[in-house]
């Protein structure tokens, strides 16, 4: 239960996000869906399983793979046109980078209890909500 709604409400503050400050074409906004999808069900797999909580808490590397992934596919992306603009690679690099991300933050939700995370995703959409109306009244 806590899974379902841990994923529900970072995909509705992704999307409510996304409808209010950009114009995107569907298969953005499919993409965009997606990442929120894998981010929250990576980071409740990390945070709801036992086995892979000790799994994490047993192998430090599996943070520091995704920390460098994530480095490298960012450069990647800085630095390379190809990376960036053309099709499939730009597609392939930010499915990349994205999992890199998800897994990031599922190893680091992972070494926290459930309930701090779960205040934590309430805290960051409470201020990503207040600044979203905050911007969207100002000129």
Known sequence: MGGSLLG??????????LQAFIHVSWLQWIISVGGATLFSGVSAAFIYSAPVRGFVASNPWTLWTALGGSLV?????????????KHP?????????????ALLVGTVCATYQANVVLLAVGATAATVSGLALFALNTK
């Open 8 to 17: 529900l409400l970072l995909t509705l503050v992704f999307a409510s996000i």
């Open 73 to 85: 596919l960012v450069l990647l992306l800085s630095f390379s046109q190809t990376a960036r603009r």
């Open 89 to 101: 690679w730009n597609m392939l690099s930010l499915f990349a980078f994205t999992a890199c991300e």
